[in-house]
């Protein structure tokens, strides 16, 4: 067959791909992991309005160390000098599958579009109670490009809320984890912002903050929080860095980010909750010391801060269905010694601006259809964002906005069928050409279609 009659057909399979999926999307009628559904005898939808998304039940059970449960225990009493024993008969395993399609508006040079992952990945989840006062949300994830299982996301964290000060309720804990936002309680922050699912083929910008994924996976953390009289919240971490799959001790040759010392991370929100209507303001930020592939010399600086809020509408008229609106922006000041004596960037001091928002429309706990905008600026560096086909920039600026769709069916509260929608208005820094090669931004317009299955 034809190179061009292969690609023609292929294109073709793929938009009959759409349709179906779409018409599967509107049939009438009828994320969390199941582990804690099992652990809690509650269905996925107590705590989630569409998983990630917590609702006030779900984050009020993340804040207290995942240990609600009303399912068997083995318990023994704290008596004398003996301890005390609750653990759970069951074994909290769960398993996450996804399978996806991915076509982007034109081909990457020399690749095939309309890209099949069965799987896109698997994860494994230990999540539950371990005692009375600890719990875990920890993920190990299977990655078919790389062919092999990796640590993802972990929080284990320690809770107590049976305290009170000045007569209010207080509860605090301690959290141990490895990405930076990941223990966060709401769903405005970089590790379980919106968009909520995503392609591992299409291509994204290449600018985005440190604290905005940079770290992810990469670091192991150590802090503390807490939760007074139901509004106020404060959280601190302390960060080293780990290198999965690195040698230890860390030399930090072919890492970017090589901590030195420390870097904090701290977190304020205030929510505040009335008759149908639930919102939460907040600000976070990291602060980060850096020698790219070593643990000596030049140090590049990164200062993050954010601000984020959450509105939630409960519409009683409407069966409770729930509008959501989520924004945060991320300011991004660095200072790049190390890189700029490198000879990767042109000067050293940078900004780097990020913007996202998003308004979501729950229908019950079977549909939900979201609309995002995004926007990322900063100070242009020809050799910090260098020319490169797809991946780089032609003059050197860090600018990418652009707009995400995605709708979601769950069939089954364990089950979602999604089609996700990605436009760019520029990438890279330019809606023409943006990389030198010929390719526009919205060459990387992307059509993503996902099914997941959470048992």
């Not at 160390?65 to 008596?79: H, I, N, R, S």
């Not at 539950?128 to 790389?146: C, E, L, N, P, R």
């Not at 964290?157 to 309720?169: C, E, P, Q, V």
């Not at 990941?182 to 968009?195: F, I, K, Q, R, S």
Request: with cysteine; glycine share 10%.
């Amino acid at each position: 067959m034809p190179h061009e009659q292969f690609e023609s057909s292929a294109g073709m399979l793929t938009k009959l791909l759409l349709i179906i999926w779409l018409g599967v999307l509107f049939v009438p009628g009828a994320h969390a992991v199941p582990s804690y559904s099992r652990q809690t005898g509650m269905p996925c939808a107590s705590c989630h309005y569409a998983p990630p998304e917590l609702t006030p039940f779900g984050r009020k059970f993340k804040l207290e160390g995942y240990t609600f449960t009303t399912k068997a225990q083995v318990t023994d009493e704290k008596k004398d000098h003996n301890a005390a024993l609750a653990l759970l008969e069951a074994f909290p395993l769960s398993i996450v599958f996804d399978t996806s399609l991915t076509e982007t508006k034109s081909p990457q040079p020399g690749t095939q579009n309309g890209n099949f992952q069965f799987p896109q990945d698997v994860s494994l989840f230990l999540a539950g109670a371990w005692t009375s006062h600890i719990g875990s949300f920890v993920q190990v994830t299977y990655d078919a490009q790389g062919d092999h299982f990796s640590w993802d996301n972990t929080d284990i964290r320690y809770a107590n809320h049976d305290r009170t000060l000045f007569g209010k309720s207080l509860t605090y804990g301690i959290t141990l984890n490895n990405n930076p936002t990941v223990e966060d309680l709401w769903n405005t922050t970089p590790a379980w912002g919106y968009p909520y699912v995503g392609s591992n083929v299409a291509p994204g910008p290449s600018a985005g903050a440190i604290i905005n994924g940079g770290l992810a996976q990469d670091v192991a953390g150590v802090g503390g929080y807490t939760m007074w009289n139901e509004h106020w919240y404060l959280a601190g971490t302390m960060y080293r860095s780990e290198h999965i799959g690195g040698t230890q001790p860390n030399s930090g040759a072919g890492f970017s980010y090589n901590i030195r010392g420390v870097a904090p991370y701290w977190r304020a929100a205030y929510q505040t909750s009335s008759n149908n209507n639930y919102l939460e303001i907040g600000t976070y930020g990291m602060h980060v010391k850096s020698t790219p592939n070593a643990v000596a010399g030049l140090m590049d600086s990164y200062t993050d801060w954010g601000t984020d809020f959450e509105y939630d509408r409960t519409i009683p008229q409407f069966k409770n269905d729930v509008v959501s609106v989520r924004g945060t922006y991320i300011r991004e000041n660095s200072t790049l010694l190390a890189t700029f004596a490198a000879g990767g960037a042109a000067q050293t001091s940078h900004h780097l601006n990020t913007a996202q928002a998003n308004v979501e429309y729950h229908f019950g706990t079977r549909f939900s259809g979201t609309a995002g905008l995004f926007n990322i600026t900063g100070t242009s560096d020809p050799l910090l964002f260098s020319q490169a086909a797809v991946s780089g920039s032609a003059n050197g600026s860090p600018q990418s906005n652009g707009y995400t769709l995605n709708a979601s069916w769950w069939p089954a509260q364990n089950v979602d069928l999604a089609v996700q929608y990605t436009g760019y208005l520029r990438f890279n820094g330019a809606q023409m050409n943006y990389d030198g090669a010929g390719r526009n931004a919205s060459s990387n317009n992307t059509v993503y279609l996902l099914a997941r299955f959470v048992f």
